[in-house]
């Protein structure tokens, strides 16, 4: 499972070995969005990581940043999985911010004529 030698991994396998993302094809489409980046820059999903190596995630509207400890090519446990990288990621915003940001009813459709100005004018763009 993990490779001891530190052989390079690739980025979409090793995200989704590590549980940062569901399935493996979610992991690559992530990549290829430009929303997992590699020592801070953009990568593409063949893109190799070694132990070392700096991986940011943005995932939910949160930022993950880890540093690769050990390359795994295969699914693995969640205490194994934390055990392959050392998380940097900032604390998640308090719940009371997130409760506190207005949201739409589900199935409400676009915003009327009436509800996109209040929203300008509640932004400042009259």
């Known amino acids: 499972m993990t490779s001891p030698d530190g052989s390079p991994v690739r980025i979409d396998v090793w995200v989704w070995a590590v549980r940062l993302f569901k399935t493996r094809s979610d992991a690559a489409k ?12 953009s990568t593409k999903p063949a893109q190799q990581v070694v132990p070392g190596d700096r991986v940011r995630v943005w995932k939910d ?3 993950f940043d880890v540093e690769v400890a050990a390359t795994v090519r295969k699914r693995v446990g969640a205490s194994v999985a934390r055990s392959c990288y050392i998380d940097h990621s ?4 308090p719940k009371e911010i997130l409760a506190s ?7 409400a459709g676009r915003p009327t004529k009436r509800e996109r100005r209040q929203l300008d004018r509640l932004r400042g763009r009259d």
Do not use: F, M
Not at 31 to 40: D, F, P, T
Not at 90 to 93: A, R
Not at 101 to 107: F, L, S, Y
């Open 90 to 93: 900032p604390p998640p915003p």
């Open 101 to 107: 940001i207005p949201q739409r009813d589900r199935g």
């Open 61 to 63: 509207h949160r930022t």
């Open 30 to 41: 992530a990549v290829r969005a430009g929303h997992v980046k590699l020592n801070n820059e």
